[in-house]
């Protein structure tokens, strides 16, 4: 599991300050998570693939987290692209790019897939045989979703010694990763448990940003492997967060501390600050394993 | 006439190479034409104080000239404007932008007034007492204007001297200055051409971008201090020019040779060229003053 930070700064766009937007991979995956105005450049500067991306998930319409969306798509039709495009994102979302494509005669040349949300539940918006993708509704100005990623269970690892000792056909070996008990060459059943290991334990990343400090979520992002989290303000601004719908640095650490996750990375920093480490330490009061986002950086999990 | 060229690339941005925005100051005002996405960024690069910006013009709806607009106008919200912008663009503009904002939550604090243009004449859009603004329509794959900054004649320069030796009063300098004749001191009526000399010549900034080759355009810009046309494309591409509808270096370089402008600046390089001193020498061959815009560069004329 490998986090490409492409931005992690609140409001607006600077020379080295860029809005939200990260990539994460997964399971083969290459997922964009929010998309906000220069995000293409990011991308470039971080030699992500453009063509890996099937997936984009949009937390909320703010314009840090939403306003590179449509020039990447625009550049994916440049590029000549031609596979199809998945984009989860709040309701209005379909029509705020599509007026835009329209105004510009620029109708996408591959499929554009939108799909809207306005549930206020957790749901399962997207899912194959590797992993699956729910939504964490989040408390903001404007209708948020987080996003929890998370891997199903691989198969079970084949002891190769133990099934040719126990004199099991080569073809039943698939049947036994998959956890079935099979015959063996003289007809004796034998259990999988015997001749496999228990596969790789499964990793998640919750995303979870912009949001108020929300309990609720606790349930929904339980053990995550990561958890990311917004951090917009430190504790001497807190006073902020109840009209501005963020969350503090502390505030995130409490959340990760009550969902037992193993890692917090915090981000959305306000421009306000210029020590970042601050947020390290404010947090480390509840949580100890903490990660600072940084525009640019890698993190492998 | 100051011009700064935050980005002069066509298409889509990379580090170092961004879509069309360019600043031009003209008696006081600070223009914006063309905002590409990530044009915030440039104008803090260059370090243009946000709150000069009052008049914004939007040649066309192509994202390499537009998708930076909602964010900067986000900015100015967040940075607490309160004074008016006016954003000069194609029809359609308006939605576009208001729909973001309203999907986001986010109406601006300060008044943002649209003129949406739909004429195929040349119009003047705005006029005070020292310029007017004119449109240029081009011929794009979709509804493109170039604009047209025409300084008005400034006041006549009082001669200092020969006023005082002519007995007028100080309080009658300003109608000299304006053209009338006055009475002096002893009831003599003294002709203003006696006592002040010509104002300076006017200056005017043509913008053309982005068009096909347009010789119709050459009695709109006629004689123009400068020229700023598109030039996307080498010779060695000329057959690309009809359907993408742009021009080539030597093109545009014959416009400027029609019109009798003084100097011309080329831009909107396509990105598959390597050195733009090609764009230079192509258009030389027809025309002599030429000066090649650059992502940061500032020209004074």
């Known amino acids: 599991m490998k986090l490409t930070i492409l931005g992690c700064h609140s409001a607006t766009p600077r020379a080295n300050h860029n809005p939200t937007a990260q990539i994460l991979e997964m399971r083969g995956h290459m997922f964009l998570i929010d998309c906000g105005e220069g995000t293409q450049v990011q991308l470039r500067r971080n030699k992500v693939k453009f063509a890996r991306i099937k997936h984009i998930f949009i937390s909320h319409l703010h314009g840090d987290h939403f306003f590179g969306l449509v020039g990447l798509i625009s550049t994916f039709r440049l590029l000549g692209r031609e596979a199809e495009l998945h984009v989860y994102g709040p309701k209005g979302i379909k029509e705020a790019i599509t007026l835009q494509l329209k105004l510009g005669n620029s109708w996408t040349n591959f499929p554009l897939l939108f799909h809207e949300l306005e549930s206020t539940e957790a749901q399962c918006i997207f899912e194959d045989d590797k992993l699956t993708v729910t939504t964490i509704p989040l408390d903001h100005r404007v209708y948020t979703n987080g996003f929890l990623f998370q891997e199903k269970p691989g198969e079970r690892k084949l002891d190769y010694e133990a099934a040719v ?24 059943i034998i259990d999988y448990k015997d001749v496999t290991t228990t596969p790789d334990p499964t990793k998640s990343y919750a995303y979870c940003s912009d949001t108020a400090y929300l309990p609720s979520i606790v349930s929904i992002i339980k053990g995550a492997t990561v958890l990311y989290h917004e951090a917009t303000f430190l504790k001497m601004h807190e006073h902020l967060c109840e009209k501005t719908k963020h969350s503090t640095a502390s505030q995130a650490a409490e959340i990760a501390k009550l969902a037992e996750v193993e890692q917090l990375v915090l981000g959305h920093f306000s421009g306000r600050y210029g020590d970042y480490e601050l947020f390290r330490s404010e947090a480390q009061v509840h949580f100890q394993n903490v990660l600072l986002a940084e525009d640019g950086k890698v993190f492998e999990f």
């Open 165 to 188: 000792a126990a004199k099991v056909d080569h073809s039943y070996f698939n049947k036994l990763k998959q956890g079935f008990d099979v015959k063996n060459r003289e007809g004796v």
